[in-house]
């Protein structure tokens, strides 16, 4: 069967990459068409028609400053689904495009399967009328999510979060240290996001924590996309080691975390690492999603539990000195440590066991009817 899959960020790639896999090892004829990064490529075998780095824009201001950019990548796509007619089109997160395109994808006759379903819970509640009338099959990977929906009269399947399969999935680098020329310095891991306006924002300020931290070295986790080049210019002059295609081996070794808000807090839970949240942008899309959003918390960490599990620090509250405070606590002091692991035992329980990529996969052919193989 013919599968188009549209991933526009780096999380997204790494998921549809992994259900690339067991649409596979499901449909042995399956053919793929992919707007998706590195590892969808790998995966699928085929090269992007728009590669992720193309595609991620974060933020109301953002958004608007990139609107042309987004317009000709939404005429292109939805010309090259008509032109595949694939016997689905699969969607992974990446709402504010992807909906455009299950759109246009239904009025075009073809079914269309969402994994990763739209934080529709966070902002703009009623936009679940909308995803009913365009999507034929919804996948969510939050358990909220399924109580969510049901209550705007809408079912969906929960299958698990792909994260436990990817961190299931992973062989761990013995040398990971030596490889990437770090000493034997206890690590302090600096996740600045995947998308260029999250790394300009944040990077600057985690860069200044290992003047405050001589006894550790800070270690950057590099998006597979970018250089380390592009980071050198964040980094106030300082030389920071980025290493790439290795944020489970530098969270392993970590003894502490600054993460950017999105899916890496909730991959950094996973692995044990106690960490501090950090997000900051452009003030006037923050001051519009505080009007707009309708959640007590930023991280997934804390969405999943519903509680305050790990510190988030925001705007004004993301700085050199607020960060270094909550560091030295994630460091220091072993009762808010252990705190802090005893929250992620709880988000362990809500999350499920590994398998939201076979489960997924199982429930696109399930739906599309399939037999062979």
């Not at 600045?192 to 405050?212: D, H, Q, T, V």
């Not at 489970?248 to 991959?267: I, M, N, P, R, W």
């Not at 072993?334 to 809500?350: G, H, P, S, T």
């Amino acid at each position: 069967m013919k599968y188009y899959i549209i991933a526009g960020e780096a999380s997204g790639d790494l998921h549809g990459a992994n259900l690339i896999y067991e649409l596979k090892k499901l449909d042995h004829a399956a053919e793929f068409r992919i707007v998706g990064g590195d590892r969808m490529q790998a995966a699928s075998g085929q090269q992007a028609f728009i590669h992720t780095s193309q595609m991620a824009f974060m933020g109301f201001v953002e958004v608007l400053a990139n609107i042309r950019s987004i317009a000709r990548n939404l005429k292109a796509v939805k010309t090259d689904v008509a032109a595949y007619r694939p016997d689905t089109l699969i969607l992974i997160d990446f709402p504010g495009f992807n909906l455009k395109i299950a759109a246009f994808a239904k009025k075009a006759g073809l079914k269309v399967c969402y994994y990763i379903s739209p934080k529709v819970w966070a902002w703009n509640q009623r936009r679940v009328l909308n995803i009913k009338q365009v999507v034929d099959k919804l996948f969510c990977i939050l358990p909220f999510e399924v109580d969510f929906y049901r209550n705007w009269g809408m079912e969906v399947d929960y299958v698990g979060n792909p994260l436990l399969d990817a961190i299931a999935a992973h062989t761990y680098n013995d040398r990971f240290r030596e490889d990437n020329r770090l000493t034997d310095k206890p690590i302090i891991a600096l996740l600045p996001g995947s998308r260029k306006m999250e790394i300009s924002n944040l990077l600057p300020i985690m860069a200044r924590l290992s003047l405050l931290f001589p006894a550790h070295q800070c270690v950057i986790a590099g998006a597979p996309d970018l250089t380390a080049a592009y980071y050198r210019q964040y980094m106030d002059g300082l030389q920071l080691p980025v290493v790439f295609n290795a944020t489970y081996d530098l969270l392993k070794h970590a003894q502490a975390a600054v993460v950017a808000s999105g899916t890496a807090t909730l991959e950094t839970a996973l692995l044990r690492v106690p960490q501090v949240v950090v997000y900051r942008a452009n003030p006037l899309s923050v001051a519009i999603a505080r009007r707009v959003i309708k959640v007590r918390f930023i991280s997934l960490v804390n969405l999943i539990t519903d509680m305050l599990a790990v510190r988030e620090l925001i705007q004004q509250d993301c700085n050199v000195d607020r960060i270094a405070d909550e560091l030295d606590l994630l460091i220091n002091d072993r009762a808010y440590r252990d705190n802090i692991l005893e929250n992620y035992d709880i988000l362990m329980e809500k999350m499920g066991k590994p398998g939201a990529s076979k489960r997924t996969a199982e429930g696109i052919i399930q739906f599309l009817g399939y037999e062979g193989r």
